[in-house]
């Protein structure tokens, strides 16, 4: 039995009522323009698969990958048509069917895989805590357990610096394993489960022993990850709260802990949803509360903000199979932030600031001039740094 | 001429990206929004695959397409949102399917003539957004607003929710660029007014793209309002309601929309609901509004909470896709339905909306809700029905047709006609109706390539 199966219904509500309401602000459409590249058009794709008319192709397979499973779609739907849900399943089947992982991904998965790395970047694993180095202060054990995940600590260490001193600044201390593994989500959407458990298992089994209460990240993924899927993977309660960055921030700024300078002018920003922290775990408020307790700056939201937040154009494995179609995305969301005022275009998730920041990087200089792309850590740290 | 031959004469007009052969894109274009769901007398037989997609991006490049497909005599087929509810845009014969789309620019906002010009394939909701920041709006609301697109709501004159104030998709227009079937180009005069003989603007609006394909339209745009008033009020039952309503356009009230339902109806005595909207200048809505209370109270009418009020209008582009959530998709799925929007005479309304109840009765078909909207002469019936009681349901469906026309109405008010209603093309206009219509046809499209099959047949 194919795992779409289970969604059969919701598949075929979605192809009788075709309303297309999923459309306009879905990443891949946008980029695309075909009918086959939202919603409504690939559920009718699967149903054609369900019912015959169509074969499990590589052509297919591209069709399926190339959803960033952004959510936008599923949000959209009043009817409740789980949509990403039905194309991680898909993704499963293709998986089974020798169709996927894709050509890219099956690479990444493998550097997950080997002991040297556990990170898709292919790096060597000890770089991952290269930043580390320069504090004294990060601890081996504690109830307040930190993990990096891959991304930040490989491709944006500056800002977990900026998150130590933020967190120095507010007397709080932090416990690091350097023998954590991927936190999964790669594999678990594109579809390729079988490892995920494995990680799981792992990452899980050290924060026990590291006693801790509490684990934070700071990226959008792994905290989705972590927070959502582990549970799921292991059908039981974690024996540990699951924090993003930002919510320790909120409650550290409720209680006024960070000795901010005095601004006189104001900084306009905006800010971008990470998908897997909006949409998928509904932490849409959190992080601009924390924005707002920052002096000097004044929030100002772009046309499609929380639930209907324009999705960076990077996840769901399309940044690495796809990096056209994501970078494309990125370039509309940028400019939908320049659209605003804005000069600094805030976001709390690693992959969309990296996808952001590599579409300014190819925009004209003009545009690269009028905005800078950084994380919520960074903005607070220059605030504290500038005292 | 083979798809392969087609595809790399298509790609000399597009750039390469903008054309696909491949299964899996033809796949997604087999049909609209429900064609099956209202349409119940087709089966699944009625989907069929474009030869190839285009997504044209100018207006040189369809001309280019059409006297390609002209000389070698190619079907093809506009589709843009896909939100038609009757097959308009089904590539029933295969061909080239234009997938419209891309052309979704805004030309032109004129503020001090109140008008736009845009591309058909641009998004209502888009449009409607960006008239706002110009203290404009768009006058078209349909319950599809988030995914239609301007072409296909003049292919089909479509009406929404605002139409009592704003009318028809049709009546917005003030002028178009048409590309026609041989590839000529015309272009009617954007002007609020013309004396000078057939208004052409005319043959492209509700033909569903038969004629020639929208590459432009210049469509009017209407004052931002200052102020909106939303009000519910039950009535005894149906006819009180009416009776109201007709009251309501006597005085020359006329809202922004209207709608007096009836859920579950019986044969009298069930109570009937009453929606009015009313926006404007301030002053206006509140006098509207007061003297709207004053008739309604008159016939017995009840006013409805604002919360529950606010929340049905709020929630008019979302409504089905609601009751399928609090049915169950399971359940819902297992149903099918339709809704007839006629449009009557008015001193006929009430005689009408009796004599379907006892059609759907007699084929002890399930009515879900009748009413009125945007006009008193624009009656609904919705009705749900299991696949077992199909030949029920047809039969109801033609006499309820039958019943419309002796009354002197039309069948169709607000969706078009598509491959769904062909069939009662010439009861509604006559033979000699019919006969215009095809020599029309036959006149600009000798080769019949253009959206053939749909609400005509030529031999």
Known sequence: ?387 | MEKTDLFNEIVRIVPIENASIKDFILYSYRKDWGVIYRSFEFKKTIEHSPDIVVKPENTEQIVKIFKLANKQKIPITPYSGGTGLLGAAIPHYGGILLDMKSMNKILEINEDDMSVRVQPGINLEFLNNELKKKNLILGHDPWSRPSATVGGCISTNSVGYRATKYKSMGEQVLGLEVVLPTGNLIRTRAIHKSSMGLDLNRLFIGTEGIFGVITEAVIKAFPLYEKRNILGFTFENFNKGFETVVNLFKKGLYPASLELEEELPRTSNTPATLQIVFEGIEEIVDLQTKMLKGLCEKNGGRENRARSVKKKWEERHIGFQKLAKRLGLDNYVKYHGWDLNVGLPVPFVKEFRSKSLEICRKYNINVLYVGIWDHPGDFFIGIMFTPEQGESAIKAHRELVEEVHKFGGTMETVHGVGLAFKRYMEKEHGIWGIDIMKKIKQALDPNNILNPGKQIDIK
């Open chain 1, 1 to 387: 039995m194919m795992q779409i199966e289970k969604y059969k219904t919701e598949i075929e509500y979605c192809t009788l009522e075709r309303c297309a309401f999923c459309r306009e602000g879905c990443p891949s459409w946008e980029q695309m323009r075909f009918e086959t590249y939202f919603a409504r058009g690939r559920m009718y794709l699967i149903q054609g698969i369900l019912n015959g008319d169509l074969k499990l192709n590589k052509e297919i397979a591209d069709v399926i990958y190339s959803c960033t499973t952004c959510g936008y779609c599923k949000d959209m739907c009043e009817a409740g048509v789980p949509t990403t849900d039905i194309y991680e399943a898909f993704r499963k089947d293709l998986v089974k069917n020798g169709f996927a992982p894709l050509e890219r991904h099956k690479k990444l998965v493998e550097y997950m895989k080997h002991d040297h790395m556990r990170n898709p970047y292919g790096e060597e694993k000890t770089k991952k805590y290269e930043w580390t180095t320069e504090f004294s202060n990060i601890k081996d054990k504690g109830e307040l357990v930190f993990f990096g995940g891959c991304t930040m600590p490989l491709r944006s260490p500056s800002t977990l610096k900026n998150m130590i001193k933020i967190l120095h600044a507010a007397g709080k201390e932090i416990a690091i394993t350097k023998d954590e593994w991927c936190c999964g989500s790669i594999g678990l959407r594109i579809g390729d489960i079988k490892f995920a458990e494995e990680q799981a298992k792992h990452n899980i089994e050290l924060f026990k022993d590291m006693g801790a209460k509490t684990v934070m990240t700071a990226c959008a993924g792994c905290y989705r990850t972590l927070k959502k899927d582990y549970p799921e993977i292991l059908g039981e309660k974690l024996p540990f709260e699951v924090k993003h960055i930002t919510e320790l921030l909120v409650e550290i700024l409720k209680i006024n802990k960070l000795p901010f300078t005095e601004e006189k002018e104001k900084t306009k920003v905006t800010y971008h949803d990470p998908c897997h922290l909006g949409r998928h775990m509904n932490l849409f408020e959190v992080p601009r509360e924390v924005i707002s307790k920052i002096p000097g700056i004044d929030l100002i939201e772009m046309k499609r903000n929380r639930k209907n937040a324009f999705c960076c154009g990077a996840g769901g494995g399309v940044k690495s199979q796809f990096p056209d179609l994501a970078i494309n995305n990125a370039k509309d969301r940028i400019r939908e932030a320049i659209e605003t005022g804005a000069e600094i275009l805030l976001s709390s998730c690693p992959f969309c600031i990296g996808n952001l920041n590599d579409a300014l990087n190819e925009m004209a200089s003009k545009i690269q001039d009028k905005i800078k792309v950084i994380d919520i850590l960074d903005l607070i740290a220059l605030k504290i740094q500038e005292k």
